[in-house]
């Protein structure tokens, strides 16, 4: 429960968490430690109890959690920033997107966007992919011919359904976002910021808070603080304080947990035509069990 008690203590500004903060923890508490508490009865750490009590190896972990906990108030936002520094300064981690959180909470979008590209882990690219906008258009397109329940038809019919245009096509992006949306395919989760923000987090879990902390920040940004811009993507505010949001966000910490594998980061054009279910099997994805 030492994670929980600290995240607790670092939302202790103001008049202390904010519901949303509250359920954040409360969510990460039963549905990714594995605890069965009612938080509100835990007594919050200071920075220093926190530090003195949480294994070295866990504090990158830690530190991407209370950034998380930072993105989710709404008010005594320079306050809760300042918290939040004092916490990651004594646990001893240089994190850059630390200074992200603090604009995402107290500057203008500009800001958060300049930092945040300073920062970013370069995207994964799908290999093999062709150069030109037009014939990425359409190797994509083609994989509506796969049979159905492959990755490649699932990934066709989750652009589709959606009404997204597929990268390459105007306002489809470029080809970085390849990989992204047959992330979205082999998570099971949809296009929408809860399932954005549950998917960013799934791939940060599954490699072990090494990777893809730069796309949880961005969709934080895009639905959490409304300072984030993409494509034509509409900003959110407070995404995580809708029904059953955040119990999905610490599904996707834990189901990430399970994984074998990035599975952004393999061939997925190289196994279009295998089943979905293998390719979920080969990674180690467990099922999704919370309704979207």
Same mark, same amino acid.
């Given at each position: 429960? &030492?994670? &929980? ?6 939302? *202790?500004?103001?008049?202390? #968490? ?8 409360? %969510? ?51 306050? *809760? ?7 990651? *300064? ?70 589709? %359904?959606?009404?997204? #245009? ?9 080809? %970085? ?36 902390? %730069? ?41 990430? &947990? ?15 035509? *295998? #089943? ?9 994805? #467990? ?6």
């Amino acid at each position: 429960m &030492t994670i &929980t008690s600290g995240l607790l203590g670092a939302a *202790q500004v103001g008049g202390g #968490p904010t519901a949303e903060q509250l359920r954040l923890v409360q %969510s990460l508490a039963h549905g990714y430690f594995g605890l069965d508490v009612d938080v509100t009865t835990l007594s919050p750490l200071t920075a220093a109890e926190f530090t003195e009590r949480v294994d070295a190896d866990d504090h990158q972990r830690i530190v991407d959690l209370l950034v998380v906990l930072e993105f989710c108030r709404h008010v005594d936002e320079a306050e *809760q920033a300042a918290r939040i520094e004092e916490y990651v *300064q004594a646990l001893g981690v240089d994190d850059p997107f630390v200074v992200v959180a603090r604009d995402a909470l107290t500057e203008g979008h500009e800001r958060v966007m300049t930092d945040w590209a300073r920062f970013r882990e370069p995207p994964v690219v799908e290999p093999g992919l062709p150069g030109s906008d037009d014939d990425l258009a359409r190797t994509l397109r083609a994989l509506g011919e796969c049979a159905p329940g492959t990755l490649g038809r699932t990934y066709f019919d989750f652009l589709d %359904s959606h009404g997204i #245009p597929f990268p390459g096509e105007p306002g489809g992006g470029d080809a %970085s976002l390849v990989t992204h949306d047959f992330s979205h395919v082999i998570a099971g989760y949809g296009a929408d910021g809860p399932d954005e923000l549950a998917l960013q987090a799934m791939l940060v879990s599954a490699t072990g808070f090494e990777h893809h902390f %730069s796309g949880l920040v961005a969709s934080l940004a895009l639905y959490e603080s409304g300072k984030f811009e993409i494509l034509d993507i509409v900003t959110k505010v407070g995404a995580l304080d809708r029904a059953g949001a955040t119990d999905r966000l610490a599904e996707a910490f834990r189901r990430g &947990t399970a994984c074998t594998a990035d599975f952004s980061a393999i061939d997925h054009l190289a196994r279009a035509d *295998q #089943p979905l279910e293998a390719v979920r099997a080969e990674c180690g994805v #467990p099922p999704l069990t919370r309704a979207g």
